[in-house]
């Protein structure tokens, strides 16, 4: 089956600091890939859509200058949460499309939990 | 904006009991997908089912089962004899079928199972 990686898992940094988070397709080639952040006991809200070769497209009061995504390539989209601060402290899922075939399935990284102190 | 709703929060529940989960979804779409997750507590989503909207046939798989009632825009999820297992946080969602594609999740329901 398809799979998605995200890494690191767990991350914690200081306040001002930047993180880089990478979701990558394993076995499949995403030309699109979704940016997700899911705050403790609420439920995913789309951040972000990114096409490989293509500026992101940002979903409404989403920072673009904050949360820097980059697509560089078909199996690896990467986001950096610039200048973190606590209330950016989340867990950060990713998915990937499967755009072969016409299914556009999704599937889904495991997920990144930042810490922000 | 076209919501998924998932009215009930927490549902707690005694192991072997049935369980059902509500969602009910909104769509201008005439083609559009529906789909379960399931939520555990490491956090990584589970594919449970997807239903595309020309398909009402209900769906069982083991002890899960869908009741996709396009008439009043509900695709409800039934657990069969409940297990401690199954205690996770279940997402409905909804995606269509133009432009990104993108998924629509609802607030999800809180299954807690309890020995």
């Known amino acids: 089956g398809a799979v998605v990686s995200q890494h690191p898992s767990r991350v914690i940094c200081k306040s001002g600091t930047s993180v880089k988070i990478e979701c990558r397709s394993l076995d499949f080639q995403a030309t699109t890939m979704f940016w997700y952040r899911q705050f403790p006991k609420q439920s995913l809200m789309l951040m972000a859509t990114s096409n490989e070769g293509s500026k992101a497209t940002y979903e409404q009061g989403v920072e673009k200058d904050k949360f820097l995504i980059n697509h560089a390539s078909l199996t690896l989209s990467t986001l950096t949460v610039t200048s973190a601060h606590p209330e950016d402290s989340s867990f950060y899922i990713c998915s990937a499309r499967d755009g072969t075939g016409g299914s556009y399935e999704q599937y889904f990284g495991p997920g990144t939990r930042l810490t922000v102190t | 904006a076209q919501k998924v709703t998932q009215a009930q929060t927490e549902i707690s529940v005694v192991e072997k009991e049935d369980v059902t989960l509500d969602c009910v979804y909104e769509?201008?779409?005439?083609?559009?997908?529906l789909f379960w997750y399931k939520q555990p507590p490491s956090g990584e989503l589970v594919f449970l089912i997807r239903?595309?909207?020309?398909?009402?046939q209900n769906e069982i798989s083991g002890r899960y089962s869908w009741n996709f009632q396009k008439s009043t825009s509900s695709f409800n999820f039934t657990i069969t004899a409940s297990q401690v297992v199954d205690s996770a946080v279940y997402f409905c969602a909804r995606r269509g079928n133009t432009g990104f594609q993108k998924l629509v999740f609802g607030t999800g329901t809180r299954l807690l199972v309890s020995p």
């Open positions: 239903r595309n909207s020309f398909d009402e």
């Open positions: 769509t201008r779409d005439t083609t559009y997908y």
